[in-house]
């Protein structure tokens, strides 16, 4: 195992509440129409003035920032020349226009009115990989390089099948300009062999930093990153400091139907968050989850943090059942929604900036 952090920074590690962190809050306007804006939005300076995007199934929201006004909504069709499909699995807001996930059959190009502008289809995976699943589902978001006109999108296995253990083609960057698709490979570690059909023990987390051009994996069990240029690859420690107990899923046959049961309550890596404004690493880690008698939930999650050397700095907690454990960047720093608001007319959004000690 492969680890950046020396006895001289381990010295240095501390632990404290995100909440700490937090500097003011944003509120963003809800129409009639809107039951739920997304946790993560897009920022863009467009014309000397600042906007957020946020997708919510096809559906687009642009918010002027910082006041958090509604400056519009556009509603994607879901079928006909400008159709983006029933079922979207994923999207990116990029400066070029929009990508979404289109049925697990291709990848949408459409601009900020609703035009479709290409189709591409995804890439075809072979019979061993059993059924792709492109999506940003557990934190995999994907990436786009606009001068290359390059994407980068991941396949999740829904659940862990034997099969998939000599699988490796699991990241995928697709060249738009000539639609040629090449795959990013990695192999699942063997102890998670001990953990097929439960989709909170066997689903990966992959974070493309462009900035260093490294490609960073998060497996649910380990207490390690698996982190690659393509030319070699290296796991780095990244372990939270509170004890954790995996618990496994099970099955249950219900017809002509297996019913997969995973444990709710099982500590759990989960994805990596670059936040840009302090240059740091955000490894999400639910710690422990509570089902309380009188309903509701109660959780003990954190954020393991690291520089770009990946030495672990400190480690912050919070309840991922009152603070989203994913947000966006702006140039003001970095946002989490809210999940319980206090108001039905807006949502709202706290800024954190890491001062470190």
């Given at each position: 195992?492969?680890?950046?952090?020396?006895?001289?920074?381990?010295?240095?590690?501390?632990?404290?509440?995100?909440?700490?962190?937090?500097?003011?809050?944003?509120?963003?306007?809800?129409?009639?129409?809107?039951?739920?804006?997304?946790?993560?939005f897009?920022?863009?300076?467009?014309?000397?003035?600042?906007?957020l995007?946020?997708?919510?199934?096809?559906?687009?929201?642009?918010?002027?920032?910082?006041?958090?006004?509604?400056?519009?909504?556009?509603?994607?069709?879901?079928?006909?020349?400008?159709?983006?499909?029933?079922?979207?699995?994923?999207?990116?807001?990029?400066?070029?226009?929009?990508?979404?996930?289109?049925?697990?059959?291709?990848?949408?190009?459409?601009?900020?009115?609703?035009?479709?502008?290409?189709?591409?289809?995804?890439?075809?995976?072979p019979?061993?990989?059993?059924?792709?699943?492109?999506?940003?589902?557990?934190?995999?978001?994907?990436?786009?390089?606009?001068?290359?006109k390059?994407?980068?999108?991941?396949?999740?296995?829904?659940?862990?099948?034997?099969?998939?253990?000599?699988?490796?083609?699991?990241?995928?960057?697709?060249?738009?300009?000539?639609?040629?698709?090449?795959?990013?490979?990695?192999?699942?570690?063997?102890?998670?062999?001990?953990?097929?059909?439960?989709?909170?023990?066997?689903?990966?987390?992959?974070?493309?930093?462009?900035?260093?051009?490294?490609?960073?994996?998060?497996?649910?069990?380990?207490?390690?990153?698996?982190?690659?240029?393509?030319?070699?690859?290296?796991?780095?420690?990244?372990?939270?400091?509170?004890?954790?107990?995996?618990?496994?899923?099970?099955?249950?046959?219900?017809?002509?139907?297996?019913?997969?049961?995973?444990?709710?309550?099982?500590?759990?890596?989960?994805?990596?968050?670059?936040?840009?404004?302090?240059?740091?690493?955000?490894?999400?880690?639910?710690?422990?989850?509570?089902?309380?008698?009188?309903?509701?939930?109660?959780?003990?999650?954190?954020?393991?943090?690291?520089?770009?050397?990946?030495?672990?700095?400190?480690?912050?907690?919070f309840?991922?059942?009152?603070?989203?454990?994913?947000?966006?960047?702006?140039?003001?720093?970095?946002y989490?929604?809210?999940?319980?608001?206090?108001?039905?007319?807006?949502?709202?959004?706290?800024?954190?900036?890491?001062?470190l000690?």
């Amino acid at each position: 195992m492969f680890s950046c952090t020396d006895s001289k920074n381990e010295a240095a590690f501390f632990t404290a509440d995100l909440a700490d962190y937090i500097v003011d809050t944003l509120y963003l306007e809800k129409d009639t129409l809107t039951r739920s804006l997304p946790q993560e939005f897009s920022f863009f300076d467009q014309n000397g003035k600042s906007f957020l995007f946020g997708v919510v199934g096809r559906r687009l929201y642009q918010y002027s920032y910082p006041s958090g006004e509604l400056e519009g909504t556009v509603d994607f069709e879901k079928e006909g020349p400008d159709g983006i499909g029933g079922f979207i699995s994923g999207s990116l807001i990029t400066e070029d226009g929009i990508f979404f996930i289109s049925d697990q059959k291709s990848i949408i190009h459409t601009d900020f009115q609703g035009k479709v502008l290409d189709r591409f289809p995804l890439p075809n995976v072979p019979e061993e990989r059993l059924a792709a699943n492109f999506s940003v589902v557990n934190g995999n978001r994907m990436y786009y390089n606009k001068e290359k006109k390059q994407l980068i999108l991941s396949d999740v296995p829904f659940v862990l099948k034997e099969p998939n253990m000599a699988y490796e083609d699991w990241i995928w960057k697709y060249d738009l300009e000539n639609e040629l698709a090449e795959p990013i490979s990695f192999s699942y570690p063997d102890i998670y062999k001990e953990h097929f059909d439960d989709p909170e023990l066997g689903l990966y987390s992959h974070t493309f930093l462009d900035t260093e051009n490294l490609h960073v994996v998060s497996f649910p069990m380990t207490d390690s990153l698996l982190v690659s240029d393509r030319k070699s690859t290296k796991w780095v420690e990244s372990k939270s400091s509170e004890p954790l107990v995996f618990q496994k899923g099970k099955t249950k046959q219900e017809g002509d139907y297996v019913v997969f049961l995973p444990s709710m309550e099982t500590s759990r890596y989960k994805w990596v968050i670059f936040e840009p404004m302090s240059k740091l690493l955000l490894r999400f880690v639910s710690i422990e989850t509570e089902v309380l008698e009188v309903g509701g939930i109660h959780n003990r999650s954190s954020f393991i943090l690291h520089d770009l050397n990946f030495e672990t700095i400190g480690e912050v907690f919070f309840d991922n059942q009152q603070i989203a454990s994913s947000g966006f960047a702006t140039p003001d720093g970095y946002y989490f929604k809210l999940l319980n608001p206090g108001s039905d007319d807006v949502e709202e959004y706290v800024r954190v900036l890491f001062e470190l000690p």
